[in-house]
C-alpha cells in the first residue's frame, strides 16, 4: 500500500502525453477470447485495472507477452471457464468474459463482478439480454457466482432499458460469433465503443451503426486476429487539463482527443478556460486567472461525462460564484465531497426537483441508499488547505490529487492504489509538470 505526500501551491507547466484508453484496453483484451489467432495491440496503459484484467485472462488459458505498450496475446482452446473469485472480484469488467466463453465454448462461470463500487453497478441488463440470446444463467448467492451455459447463441433484438456503457460492449463481444443478426437498441455512443467495434470489425466482425444508438451485428462463423491501437484516453485529457488551469499554469497535451470532447469543452470554455489547438493531436489548456462557476448535469456521451464530474468539482472550488453538479448517470459518485469538505471546500448537497425519477435517471432508482443525494453545490472561489485525505474510488483518487495540487501546505493521501488503477506513473508525470508530489511506501 502506497501513499502520495503532495505539497500544493506550484503552477503545472509544461508538455504531457496522454496513455490510452483504460476503457477500450481491458474490453479489447476481452476480445482476444474470441479468436485463437495472436492478437498484438498497442497503445495499452501501463495500470492496475490491465493487469488484473490479464490475470483474469490467464486462469482461462491465455497467453501473452509484454513489450513497453504493446501487449500480445494468444489464446488456444480452454480446458477451464470458470474464474475464481479472488481473480475476477478485483474488476467489474471481468463479467465481459460471459459473451465470447458462451459464443465459442457454450460455458462460463463468473463471480459477480467487483472494481470500484459505484453505486450497485447492476449487470443485470447484460445477463438479461444474453438469455435472449439463448443462454441460461443462474445466479447462485451462495457462492456469489454466475452460471450460464447456451447450446448456441443466436441473434436477437434487444432494447436497453437504461444507456449502459458495459452491457453494450458485453453484446458486441457476444453477438459477433452468435447465429444470425443481433440489433441493439438504446446502445452506448461513446468513442470508446466505436473504438472496440473499429478492433472487432478488423478482426472479421460485421458490425455497423445504422443510428447513433442502434447497432446492428450479423454473427460472424469466425474472426482471426489483428494488429491495433487504441484511442488515446479522454478521462486523463480533461484531468491533465484541469490540472493546469486550477493550478493557474499552462499544460500542452500531446496525443489529445479534443474531438471527442465536446461537451467538456463547451463548459470548460463557459468557465473561462482557454485551449489552444497546436495541430491534430496537441492541445495547449490554460486560464486568463478568472474563472466563472458553471452548472453542470452528467449524461451518458455526447453529454458531459459522469467520470469528469469529480475533477470539475475541484475546478469550481476555484471559481467565482456558486457552481451547481447534478448526477444522473450513477446514485452514488460524490464520496469526493466529504475529502474536500477537510480541505475547507465549501460544498453543500440538494437534492434535484426531478419530475419522474425512475425514468430521468439512467441508474434504477430502486437501488438509490437512502440519504443520498444527487446534487451539490459549490461557493468559490475558495483557498484549499492541506488535509490527511482517502481515495474511495479512482475519479476521486484522481480529484483529490488535483485537490492537493492547488492546496496551500502538505498533504497526504491514502489509498493510491485506486489511482494506479486507471492513470499511468501519475506521480512521474505530473512531477515533470512542476508538481511536487512524492509516493512513499505504507508502513
Known sequence: MDKFIITGGVPLKGEITVAGA?????????ASLLTDEEMVVHNVPLIRDVDLMLDVLAVLGVKYSRDGHTIHVTHNHIHNAKVPLDVAARLRTSSMILGPLLARYGAATTPNPGGCRLGARPIDRHINALKEMGADIQYHSDDGYFYAKAKELHGATIRFPKNTHTGTETLLLAAVLARGRTILENAAQEPEIDDLIACLTQMGANIRRSAPRTIVIEGA?????????????????????????????????????????????????????????????????????YLTATDIVTHPHPGFMTDWQAPWAVLMTQANGISCIHETVFESRFSYVSQLLKMGAHIEFFDPDVEDPETFYNFNWADRV???????????????????LEINDLRAGATLVLAALVAAGESVIHGVEQVDRGYEKIEERLRALGARIQRIKEE
Open 370 to 388: 437512502e440519504g443520498y443525494h444527487q446534487g451539490i453545490t459549490i461557493r468559490g472561489p475558495t483557498t484549499l488547505h492541506n488535509a490527511v
Open 221 to 289: 462463423k469466425k474472426l482471426h486476429g489483428t494488429e491495433y491501437s487504441i484511442m488515446a484516453d479522454r478521462n486523463e485529457e480533461v484531468t491533465f487539463a484541469i490540472a493546469g488551469v486550477v493550478t493557474a499554469g499552462d499544460v500542452i497535451i500531446k496525443n489529445s482527443s479534443r474531438h471527442n470532447l465536446g461537451a467538456f469543452l463547451d463548459v470548460y470554455q463557459r468557465a473561462g478556460g482557454k485551449f489552444q489547438e497546436i495541430d491534430d493531436r496537441t492541445t495547449r489548456y490554460y486560464t486568463d486567472g
Open 22 to 30: 483504460k476503457n477500450v484496453a481491458l474490453k479489447i483484451l476481452v
